[in-house]
């Protein structure tokens, strides 16, 4: 705020200083979170361009305290600009290592994303954004591990970091849909639901809590009210593989074969090659007594690669 007031009170008198304090507020404006949210927290690539009024004001100060003049324009080769200039130089060259160091550990943190969220949360670790990015990354990490344990361990430490971000900001909707996933993957349904069902009251639209808020109706057995919120999440988002395929199997459930052998075929327009899809279509066939075509579908199914369990 001083700095702002200092720059309005001297842009003026055309001040330098004034000019690169306006330079670097203004260029940093859209991508502060300040004017309007850009779903995003603070990086490096959005300081780039507001970078060069600090760079402005560094460069004034340097020559200020090292008495250097404008560059003449009787300089006629880069030696004799390195001697007239070589104490802002000198110091230049000092910043500029100070930065290259700077710039190389920074790097490392850019490993994947793991490495460089678990070290920003250290940074940063009131802010909502920061842990729950964490925690998404970890919930992922958990979905593909190998082994159990590290399954557990990995899920375990996501749920600390998405509890705190949720601590930080309790309407904060992504938490409550990763945490969700998470406890889907643990079988803890009623906790699934208890947290789709108040991220779809903060963020009703939202395609992946609608989603996974019908899974955890599904296995409630719900059938009913799971079936209205596939039929949404499909109407948000039109191409939902997924959403077509167990919305079929709902229907499949509740015994409305019709109903579930056209979501079969939606999830085939969508992707061709779901054997499950065309094997689940066959035993539909075959029960309303069209053996042909359930034929069909059930060897189509066995070139894709489908095993009966």
């Known amino acids: 705020?001083?700095?702002?007031?200092?720059?309005?009170?001297?842009?003026?008198?055309?001040?330098?200083?004034?000019?690169?304090?306006?330079?670097?507020?203004?260029?940093?404006a859209p991508v502060s979170n300040v004017f309007f949210p850009i779903a995003a927290?603070?990086?490096?690539?959005?300081?780039?361009?507001?970078?060069?009024?600090?760079c402005i004001i560094l460069a004034y100060f340097l020559m200020r305290i090292t008495n250097s003049k404008n560059i003449q324009s009787g300089i006629k080769n880069f030696f004799q600009f390195v001697s007239v200039n070589y104490k802002p130089l000198a110091l230049v060259l000092a910043i500029?290592?100070?930065?290259?160091?700077?710039?190389?550990?920074?790097?490392?943190?850019?490993?994947?994303?793991?490495?460089?969220?678990?070290?920003?949360?250290k940074i940063s670790g009131n802010s909502a954004r920061t842990n729950q990015t964490l925690g998404s990354a970890l919930m992922l990490a958990g979905m593909s591990a190998k082994n159990k344990q590290n399954q557990t361990d990995t899920f375990n430490l996501a749920k600390n970091y998405l509890r705190k971000a949720l601590d930080i900001y309790p309407d904060f909707y992504s938490p409550l849909s990763h945490l969700g996933v998470i406890y889907l993957f643990e079988n803890k349904i009623d906790s699934a639901y208890s947290c789709l069902k108040k991220g779809i009251e903060i963020m009703p639209n939202d395609v992946d809590l609608n989603f996974n808020l019908g899974l955890s109706l599904f296995h409630l057995k719900n059938y009913?009210?799971?079936?209205?919120?596939?039929?949404?999440?499909?109407?948000?988002?039109?191409?939902?593989?997924?959403?077509y395929?167990?919305?079929?199997?709902?229907?499949l459930n509740t015994g409305d074969y019709d109903s579930a052998l056209y979501h079969y075929s939606k999830v085939l327009d969508l992707n061709p090659n779901n054997a499950n899809a065309y094997h689940n279509s066959g035993v539909i066939l075959k029960a309303k007594g069209d053996s042909a075509r359930s034929n069909e579908f059930i060897r189509k199914a066995k070139s894709l690669g489908y095993k009966t369990n």
Not at 41 to 54: K, V
């Open 245 to 251: 395929y167990n919305l079929a199997t709902l229907y």
């Open 96 to 121: 500029c290592i100070l930065y290259v160091f700077r710039t190389t550990t920074r790097n490392a943190d850019w490993k994947d994303n793991l490495t460089l969220f678990s070290h920003d949360v």
């Open 224 to 243: 009913e009210e799971a079936i209205r919120v596939l039929n949404k999440t499909i109407r948000l988002s039109p191409a939902h593989e997924n959403a």
């Open 41 to 54: 927290t603070m990086a490096e690539r959005f300081m780039y361009i507001p970078s060069l009024g600090f």
């Open 1 to 28: 705020i001083g700095a702002l007031v200092y720059a309005v009170v001297n842009i003026r008198k055309k001040s330098v200083i004034a000019y690169g304090i306006l330079f670097f507020f203004i260029t940093l």
